[in-house]
């Protein structure tokens, strides 16, 4: 009997919350919704402590002024200075208020974050930080090590060990529930169990989206494999708009070559880059805070340090980062999982050479839009008049670098990315909480009112077998993919890569749409996940190259040679793109914090 | 060169695979993951997890020529010119290179890997649990444990006794919370190990150690613990 002619069968359960994601976002909104009892299933496509917030090595930003003075309020504005004025001030105020009290608790949970003398948790310098508003460099990283994320992710995992959380691990999610003609009620997910093929139903009263980034849509990242923004492409399936898919933020020390990060505690700790001069550049680029300013400043100057002829090595593609200089209990102490990458990966110990440096694709600001309470939303009448006007999308929810809050705006600071998923991760169970307090009652779906038999039709395309004799592979397109976007999307643009781009992806999407499997095994079939994954990767490389292209500035990460100043008159404004018709609209950025006077956007210096 | 892969599914017996891989296609500081992964967009049907791609999230253990660890952060020139690749040994072998870590998960869980502080303080978020530097350096060398297995794998006791014995990598996360000045219940959590089948079934051969990709020393953990029990 061939695959095909078998009706695809499911089992069904039924939960409060489907949280999809168990990295630090999924994990902490978890634990707060199991330990007030609900019903909560966490579904990963890998093993819990093997998600990439285990890989956040420098640490987590909160003004605790443990060493130095510091007040939220000045981490409100750096990461709004930061965020080249596009992140949303309200949410914003809220991270940084919440952020002393959330590191607290992950403290109170286990993290073994390094200590000062004085036994308070440690505190180092990160780029964009500040005391007194932009006067003095603030301390206001919290590490353990530079294995922060690590140490956060399994002390979570733990923690949700112990309270019970129904984990389905090696579990893909293929596509958001809907209620048919409804006003877009989302009501749970359907998944397959990777080890077996097996499809399973997942209804659940509140979906809550924790996938992560989608790096891997550029060939150069930091990220891992599994980062293929997995979220963004269900949520676009569902009709869902993406915000702000524009800005990607290139990390500036990643290893020469190879991609993976060097975290910005290498020069929170003192660290020097140098261009084959032996210049320490950036005082050119940052004269007032050279090595710590913000990540896009940093990544574009060694770009164009290289670019200019004075990159390190025979093929002049690179810079130096210095750390030979610093005492060595510093990097041995606070930086041994940099000189484990250092050595592994380069055969370098920064104790006695410097680390050979280039930008890598480290983060996506954008993704799906949500309020402060990570409820997803979008505006009412799209293309109206008054598209400004948001409504929230019944049922469904998204946290952490999935999701565009926004509290990342254009360009994030180091150490705002475990703070977001933690904070906005408490949020979310918070009003996810009080949503089931008030409705507790089940949910009215069935399968005959919902989109299931769509959904399993969708998938009956992956049972059909490739035809052998096809050149056209997962892989192939896959690094395809990536080849386009690094060509025509990365740290410098202009209207004729971008518009390569697009082009160059559209084809790319009629090839996808022709794409089919060799391998139809049941058990651990890599080559169908991979294809499930690249169909989403398409979906954001495309969300980012359409809304890219129409933004007529540089602000943040996006910088364009052909428009290089930013325009607040113009584009101080939040970016939406819809898959079906690629069509973009816009929304106000909030200016507004509740707590503070507005900050009214200046000009950005370091 | 030659990469022989022990390849296994449910419908057919185990087999040996050998791949010819010309050396033009390798490059220089090439980690085995990369090869792996080269092989796979050859034979999409090749098995083996990973993610993190730089030794920090655990899920590409395996036994590479005859030693356990991770194959992204194994450089493939180390390896000589017959590379010989199995699942973790002491595991059920899901498919090729992918074994059923269950089992190893259960021993972690059983130990109760959980901060347990003093509860009025743990309440109180207006506080940090202090801890001086001297206390907190007690945590290195065993909180960047990543579960990949390899230890575990690699122990004649666990192989002998899956189901009684922890295994040097649950032990280890003992010791992670017997040593943190924050941890309540110290004396709980060593009495749990007071058994012949369960701390004293290591007999100290540092395999664990030897294979651990982090070179973390669960050994001298197992060691420290055992003293611990014995002076209570």
């Known amino acids: ?606 | 060169m030659q990469v022989l892969i022990d390849r296994y599914h449910p419908d057919t017996s185990p087999y040996t695979q050998c791949y010819d891989v010309d050396e033009s296609m390798l490059s220089e500081g090439m980690m085995l993951l990369q090869l792996l992964q080269h092989l796979r967009e050859q034979d999409p049907s090749l098995g083996f997890r990973s993610s993190c791609q730089e030794g920090v999230c655990g899920s590409d253990g395996m036994n590479i020529n005859g030693k356990n660890g991770l194959s992204c952060i194994t450089l493939v020139r180390d390896l000589g010119q017959r590379i010989h690749l199995r699942p973790l040994p002491g595991f059920a072998v899901i498919k090729d290179l992918i074994v059923d870590l269950g089992p190893f998960y259960q021993h972690y869980q059983a130990i109760k890997p959980r901060l347990a502080p003093e509860p009025s303080v743990a309440a109180d978020l207006g506080q940090e649990l202090l801890q001086t530097p001297e206390e907190r350096a007690k945590l290195d060398g065993s909180y960047e444990c990543i579960l990949c297995g390899c230890c575990s794998s690699s122990c004649p006791s666990f192989w002998w006794n899956p189901d009684l014995f922890p295994g040097p990598a649950a032990l280890l996360a003992v010791q992670r919370f017997v040593v943190d000045s924050r941890d309540i219940q110290r004396k709980e959590r060593l009495e749990a190990l007071n058994s012949a089948t369960s701390i004293f079934r290591c007999r100290h051969i540092q395999n664990c150690t030897a294979a651990c990709p982090k070179g973390l020393n669960p050994s001298r953990a197992i060691q420290a613990l055992k003293h611990e029990l014995l002076s209570q």
Request: proline residues 4%; charged residues 20%.
């Open chain 1, 1 to 606: 009997m061939s695959a095909l002619s078998q009706a695809l069968t499911y089992q069904t359960f039924h939960f409060d919350v489907v949280i999809i994601g168990a990295g630090g976002a999924g994990l902490r909104a978890a634990l707060a919704l199991r330990q007030q009892g609900h019903k909560v299933a966490v579904v990963s496509k890998v093993f819990p402590t093997r998600s990439h917030t285990v890989s956040a090595q420098g640490g987590i930003n909160a003004a605790l002024g443990n060493a130095g003075d510091d007040q939220w309020q000045w981490h409100l504005y750096d990461t709004i200075k930061g965020s080249d004025y596009l992140g949303d001030q309200d949410a914003i105020e809220v991270m940084c208020q919440d952020a002393p009290k959330i590191v607290r608790e992950l403290e109170h949970m286990g993290v073994p974050f390094s200590r000062q003398e004085d036994g308070k948790i440690y505190q180092r310098a990160f780029g964009g930080q500040s005391q007194h508003y932009g006067k003095s460099q603030a301390k206001r990283t919290c590490a353990a090590a530079d294995r922060t994320g690590h140490a956060i992710l399994h002390a979570l995992y733990q923690q949700n060990l112990h309270a019970g959380t129904e984990i389905f691990s090696e579990y893909f999610a293929l596509d958001l529930l809907r209620q048919n003609g409804s006003d877009l009620l989302i009501c749970g997910v359907l998944v397959q169990n990777l080890q077996t093929s097996e499809l399973s139903v997942l209804w659940a009263k509140h979906t809550l989206l924790a996938t992560g980034g989608a790096g891997q849509i550029f060939r150069t990242n930091s990220n891992a494999s599994i980062n293929t923004g997995d979220g963004l492409g269900m949520a676009q399936r569902a009709g869902i708009p993406l915000q702000d898919m524009e800005f990607w933020q290139f990390h500036p020390t990643g290893v020469a070559g190879k991609g993976m990060l060097i975290s910005e505690a290498t020069r929170g700790e003192g660290g020097i880059l140098r261009n084959a001069n032996g210049e320490a550049f950036m005082g050119r680029y940052a004269p007032k805070v050279k090595e710590l300013a913000s990540r896009d400043v940093v990544t574009r100057a060694i770009a164009l340090e290289v670019e200019q002829g004075r990159g390190c090595g025979p093929a002049q593609d690179h810079v130096l980062l210095d750390l030979t200089h610093l005492p060595h209990d510093v990097i041995e102490n606070r930086l041994p999982g940099i000189r484990e990458i250092s050595r592994t990966f380069l055969g370098i110990d920064p104790l006695e050479a410097p680390i050979p440096i280039f930008p890598t694709c480290h983060y996506m600001m954008g993704g799906i839009p949500t309020n402060l309470e990570g409820q997803v939303i979008l505006p009412k009448q799209p293309m109206g008049a008054n598209h400004s006007e948001q409504i929230a999308v019944p049922g469904l929810f998204a946290i952490g670098e999935c999701a565009c809050v926004s509290v990342h705006g254009a360009n994030r600071l180091g150490g705002n990315s475990l703070l977001d998923i933690v904070v906005f991760g408490r949020r979310a169970a918070n009003a996810i909480h009080q949503a089931l307090l008030m409705a507790p009652h089940e949910l009215a779906v069935t399968e005959d009112t919902s989109n299931i038999s769509a959904l399993l039709q969708r998938y009956q395309r992956w049972l059909e077998p490739a035809n052998p004799e096809t050149e056209l592979t997962v892989f192939s397109l896959k690094t395809e993919l990536q080849k386009i976007m690094e060509r025509h999307c990365g740290v410098f643009r202009d209207q004729a890569h971008m518009q390569q781009a697009v082009n160059q992806l559209e084809h790319l999407e009629h090839q996808f749409a022709a794409l089919r499997l060799h391998d139809q095994s049941a058990l651990f079939n890599f080559e169908r996940s991979s294809a499930l994954e690249l169909e989403n990767l398409l979906a954001v490389a495309k969300a980012t190259a359409y809304s890219a292209l129409a933004r007529q500035e540089s602000r943040g990460a996006h910088s364009r040679v052909d428009f290089s100043e930013r325009d607040d008159q113009n584009w101080l404004k939040h970016t939406l793109f819809y898959a079906e018709k690629a069509q973009l609209t816009y929304k106000p950025v909030n200016l507004t914090p509740k707590h503070h006077a507005p900050f009214v956007p200046e000009k950005r210096v370091y």
